[in-house]
């Protein structure tokens, strides 16, 4: 009876624990992953993805006084060149105006080529088998006409040939025994 009452005591403490006290994990933990999870996958969850800071102050003004005036200077320098190439244009004879243009024309249309050649084959991979190198008894034989080199040509396919026998007529392999010790 008494071990009956301890054990339903038992039961009752554990179940309350279990409902009504939380598990909590350590909050230094739970930021940890939190964070690693952004760097991974930028947001989160609710979380929002984390903004390049830059400093406060006299440090952040002058880092943002810096990018606007490296934009403005390459805005200028996009400029210069564009009226570079205008006035190199404007120089040139009609001919040669002529022949640059169909040269541009020519080259835009290459590349216009190339890149549909380049998303036919991204969107149609080829499912052919590779062709694998064929065995040398199958390649083409090259034949040379030089008059010089033929008679040596016949003097070599003779000699093969007269290495060549029979197996059926060769001398049979003596084996010898070998004594075990």
């Given at each position: 009876?008494?071990?009956?009452?301890?054990?339903?005591?038992?039961?009752?403490?554990?179940?309350?624990?279990?409902?009504?006290?939380p598990h909590n994990e350590c909050s230094a933990q739970r930021n940890a992953t939190k964070k690693a999870e952004r760097e991974l996958f930028g947001k989160t969850g609710k979380s929002k993805p984390i903004k390049e800071s830059r400093p406060k102050?006299?440090?952040?003004?002058?880092?943002?006084?810096?990018?606007?005036?490296?934009?403005?200077?390459?805005?200028?320098?996009?400029?210069?060149l564009k009226d570079l190439r205008k006035q190199h244009y404007e120089r040139q004879s009609e001919e040669t105006k002529m022949r640059m243009e169909n040269n541009s024309r020519n080259t835009e249309e290459g590349y216009r080529v190339k890149r549909?050649?380049?998303?036919?084959?991204?969107?149609?991979?080829e499912l052919n088998k590779p062709e694998?190198?064929?065995?040398?008894?199958?390649?083409?034989?090259?034949?040379?006409k030089d008059p010089k080199k033929q008679p040596e040509l016949k003097q070599q396919?003779?000699?093969?040939?007269?290495k060549m026998k029979d197996p059926r007529k060769q001398p049979k392999?003596?084996?010898?025994?070998?004594?075990?010790?």
């Open positions: 009876m008494k071990h009956r009452i301890v054990f339903i005591r038992v039961l009752v403490i554990s179940a309350l624990l279990l409902f009504a006290v102050g006299a440090a952040g003004k002058a880092m943002k006084e810096q990018e606007r005036k490296e934009a403005l200077r390459k805005k200028e320098d996009e400029k210069l549909q050649k380049q998303r036919k084959e991204q969107t149609k991979p694998q190198p064929k065995p040398e008894k199958q390649k083409a034989k090259t034949r040379t396919k003779s000699k093969a040939k007269s392999l003596k084996q010898h025994k070998i004594k075990k010790y």
